[in-house]
């Protein structure tokens, strides 16, 4: 047992010691130690609190998520898959290929029975709920024998490991007697206090690990089964004396003293104010001394990250997600608003409409040839125009709305001075179903095809612009006619610029592309089937910053996040 807080002097001073560079005295040291911290935000915070003028072995200092990325290479497993994005989609369609197979009876009993995408999403998180418990080969429920065999389908088409599989297969190879190379020159594993819950399968990974090397626990005193501390490996009574240390651990004296800290609960009125009293209790902490280190705890992190980056900005302090959702940023969201506009309850609405004509990210189309007789005609909306006939004309989203909007704007101006303005507007929605053309419906090709291009105010054809053929090739094009260096304005200042997302939503194409043709599985080539498949892929995909997640004097860390971490002030906000 160990004192709550900061890692032991002897570790930390251990660790210094096993550092490559200048040491000077060796004689004392005790064996080659790997070290297992809680979650990925004590690592760092113990590895940037080390003297500088070392060079640390980050080999020696893991995770188990990382200990296990290295085990896989140690044991040459096919690499690790990545379950977003691309790999949903491909996954939804081999499940609703099986589903009409029948390999789901009681889920899907028909044939011809539709196959939601809810379903796949289902069964996926209670397989992977099941498999960190290591009892999805014993579960008999419904559906999920069938689904594990869909996975090692896909894994043998892909060439890659499941994530739900990889322990299991990293278990029965250390069960050989050759040691991991990870583990080679190591005599002996730390593992720090972790969290209750943690999962089954990492406790029975753990233990066929201490196998080849064996595994010392430091947790914090108490009873663990009322939650004291974390998970016990093997219910022993703690170490009491020096001499019950194995000799691979710095030799100390074992004990576990209690923490003479302070707390204060503050109760506020409003839920809201919890932003403003942390803020302040942090200012007020910085003022005192500005190399305080701060942490501030909220379980709803996810939800009110955004509500902290502006809160903080006053204080100096950056926090970001180290991965984003390529759905949250302007490419993404009208990426997949304007593949969208077609289909649906809200197609060609009013509001969908002028959301598109009022966002200056995507140029929706290239610039086409000039009016045949008025220059002042472009094919730009007016709002006022969009507005105007949506009231008067009575035209709502959803089926029958592109039509109706082509009639309308077809017509003749009622007031001379609306001339100009409605035939940009005509010509503008013309451009953009040209455009659209791919992603269209049936009955919206149908009704494009028949639309009159003579101008409703000078009478002049107005000029087409060219469609593409398919949903990727009108994609890449509208990926081509984005400007990323005039566009450096959305960057967050987190490292994700412009063209880093462009790129991220084309790699995302392009793999889920060669994911379909390994997996044989026949591709969306146009219609509402692509848009479904991109939104899909826009939705379910995210982007990695190239950058440390925190900087400043302040964290906001969920409590996952900061088991292991210290700070001279922890403000526990929004319980």
Same mark, same amino acid.
Request: with cysteine; glycine share 6%; aromatic share 8%.
């Given at each position: 047992?160990?004192?709550r807080?900061?890692i032991? +002097?002897?570790?930390?001073?251990?660790i210094?010691?096993?550092?490559?560079?200048p040491?000077?005295n060796n004689s004392?040291?005790?064996g080659? &130690?790997l070290v297992?911290?809680?979650n990925?935000?004590s690592r760092?915070?113990?590895?940037?609190e080390m003297?500088?003028?070392k060079?640390f072995?980050r080999?020696?200092?893991?995770?188990?998520?990382?200990?296990?990325?290295?085990?896989?290479?140690?044991?040459?497993?096919?690499?690790i898959?990545t +379950?977003e994005?691309?790999?949903e989609i491909?996954?939804?369609?081999?499940c609703?290929?099986?589903?009409?197979n029948?390999?789901?009876p009681i889920?899907n009993? #028909?044939?011809d029975?539709?196959?939601?995408?809810?379903?796949t999403?289902?069964l996926?998180?209670?397989h992977?709920? #099941?498999?960190?418990?290591?009892?999805s080969?014993?579960?008999?429920?419904?559906g999920?024998s069938?689904?594990r065999?869909?996975?090692k389908?896909?894994?043998n088409?892909l %060439? %890659?490991?499941?994530?739900?599989m990889i322990?299991?297969r990293?278990i029965e190879?250390?069960r050989g007697e050759?040691?991991?190379?990870?583990l #080679?020159?190591? $005599?002996?594993i730390?593992m720090?206090?972790?969290p209750?819950?943690?999962?089954?399968?990492?406790?029975n990974?753990?233990?066929?690990?201490?196998?080849?090397?064996?595994?010392?626990q430091l947790?914090?005193?108490?009873n663990?089964r &009322?939650?004291?501390?974390?998970?016990?490996l093997?219910?022993?009574?703690p170490?009491k004396?020096?001499?019950?240390?194995p000799s691979?651990?710095p030799p100390?004296?074992?004990?576990a003293s209690v923490?003479n800290n302070?707390?204060?609960?503050?109760r506020?009125?409003?839920?809201?104010d919890?932003?403003?009293?942390?803020?302040d209790?942090?200012?007020?902490r910085l003022e005192?001394?500005?190399?305080?280190?701060?942490i501030?705890?909220?379980?709803a992190l996810?939800s009110n990250l955004?509500r902290?980056?502006?809160?903080?900005?006053?204080l100096?302090?950056?926090?970001?997600?180290?991965?984003?959702?390529?759905?949250?940023?302007p490419?993404?969201?009208?990426?997949?608003?304007?593949?969208?506009?077609?289909?649906g309850?809200e197609?060609? /609405?009013l509001?969908s409409? @002028?959301s598109?004509?009022?966002?200056?990210?995507l140029?929706?189309?290239? $610039?086409p040839?000039?009016?045949p007789?008025?220059?002042k005609?472009?094919p730009?909306?007016?709002?006022?125009i969009?507005t105007?006939?949506a009231r008067?004309?009575?035209?709502?989203?959803g089926?029958?709305?592109?039509?109706?909007?082509l009639?309308?704007l077809?017509k003749?101006? &009622?007031?001379? @001075?609306? %001339?100009i303005?409605?035939?940009?507007?005509?010509?503008?929605v013309?451009?953009v179903?040209?455009?659209l053309?791919?992603?269209l419906?049936?009955e919206d090709i149908?009704?494009?095809e028949?639309?009159?291009?003579?101008g409703?105010?000078?009478g002049?054809?107005?000029?087409?612009?060219e469609?593409k053929e398919?949903?990727?090739?009108?994609?890449f094009?509208? #990926?081509?006619l984005f $400007?990323?260096?005039?566009?450096?304005e959305?960057c967050?200042?987190? %490292?994700?610029?412009p063209a880093?997302?462009v790129?991220a939503v084309y790699g995302?194409?392009m793999?889920? @592309?060669s994911?379909?043709?390994?997996?044989g599985i026949?591709q969306s080539?146009?219609g509402?089937?692509?848009?479904?498949?991109?939104?899909?892929l826009?939705?379910?995909? /995210? &982007?990695?910053?190239?950058?440390?997640?925190q900087s400043?004097?302040i964290?906001?860390?969920?409590?996952?996040?900061a088991?292991g971490?210290?700070?001279?002030?922890i403000i526990?906000?929004?319980l």
């Open positions: 047992e160990v004192s807080g900061d032991p +002097t002897w570790l930390r001073e251990h210094e010691k096993q550092a490559l560079g040491s000077g004392d040291h005790s080659r &130690i297992i911290y809680s990925e935000e760092k915070q113990t590895i940037s003297p500088s003028g060079a072995d080999t020696l200092h893991h995770t188990i998520s990382s200990l296990m990325s290295s085990l896989v290479a140690d044991f040459r497993l096919p690499r898959m +379950t994005g691309a790999f491909v996954l939804d369609e081999m609703r290929k099986e589903a009409a029948l390999a789901f889920i009993p #028909l044939p029975m539709p196959w939601g995408r809810s379903k999403t289902a996926s998180e209670l992977r709920l #099941l498999s960190r418990e290591s009892i080969d014993s579960w008999d429920g419904p999920i069938s689904f065999k869909i996975i389908k896909i894994e088409r %060439g %890659g490991s499941h994530p739900d322990i299991p990293l190879g250390l050759n040691k991991p190379f990870t #080679l020159d190591v $005599d002996g730390i720090l206090d972790h209750p819950g943690t999962p089954r399968s990492y406790h990974l753990l233990l066929a690990v201490s196998k080849h090397c064996p595994i010392h947790t914090y005193p108490g663990f &009322i939650g004291h501390h974390g998970i016990l093997l219910d022993k009574y170490i004396t020096k001499e019950e240390l691979w651990v100390h004296h074992p004990e923490a302070s707390s204060k609960v503050i506020l009125e409003c839920e809201d919890f932003f403003n009293a942390a803020i209790i942090a200012n007020d005192e001394n500005n190399s305080s280190k701060i501030i705890v909220d379980p996810n955004p902290w980056e502006r809160e903080l900005k006053s100096g302090t950056k926090i970001t997600n180290s991965s984003t959702m390529i759905s949250s940023l490419i993404g969201n009208w990426l997949s608003k304007l593949a969208n506009l077609a289909h309850t197609a060609f /609405s509001q409409i @002028r598109i004509s009022l966002q200056s990210t140029s929706i189309f290239p $610039d040839k000039n009016h007789s008025e220059d005609i472009r730009h909306p007016d709002s006022d969009l105007q006939i008067n004309e009575h035209v709502l989203g089926y029958g709305a592109f039509s109706k909007w009639e309308v077809s003749p101006p &009622i007031q001379e @001075r609306d %001339g303005a409605k035939e940009s507007t005509q010509w503008w013309l451009c179903a040209d455009s053309r791919p992603l419906t049936d149908k009704a494009l028949n639309a009159s291009r003579t409703c105010y000078t002049k054809r107005l000029p087409h612009v469609a398919t949903g990727d090739e009108w994609l094009s509208v #990926l081509e $400007d990323s260096e005039a566009r450096m959305l967050d200042s987190f %490292g994700l610029t880093a997302v790129q995302g194409i793999t889920l @592309r994911m379909q043709n390994r997996a026949s080539v146009s509402p089937k692509w848009v479904e498949e991109f939104t899909t826009i939705r379910k995909s /995210s &982007i990695q910053r190239n950058f440390y997640r400043g004097s964290r906001v860390l969920s409590p996952k996040q088991l971490c210290t700070a001279q002030t526990l906000a929004n």
